[in-house]
């Protein structure tokens, strides 16, 4: 996912359709630079998305 309108889109999928806050994006999005991997799997890793949410993103990347 490296098209800047599918990752505008991603993020705001996470905010509008998840409530998954700004503050959880940024510190996921913190963490990836030292540990780079996908956005979804960070988030869940720090307890910032349920199981049930991270299925909904992997449903929605796969649409996308």
Same mark, same amino acid.
Request: no cysteine; charged share 20%.
């Given at each position: 996912?490296? !098209?800047?309108?599918?990752? +505008?889109?991603? /993020? ?5 359709? @998840? !409530?998954?806050?700004?503050? +959880?994006?940024? /510190? ?5 630079? @030292?540990?780079?991997?996908?956005? +979804? ?24």
């Amino acid at each position: 996912m490296t !098209a800047p309108t599918t990752y +505008s889109r991603f /993020i705001r999928f996470l905010q509008e359709d @998840l !409530a998954i806050s700004a503050a +959880s994006i940024a /510190i996921a999005l913190r963490h990836r630079e @030292l540990d780079p991997g996908p956005l +979804s799997m960070i988030l869940w890793q720090y307890g910032l998305v349920t199981l049930e949410q991270l299925d909904q993103i992997y449903d929605w990347l796969e649409q996308a």
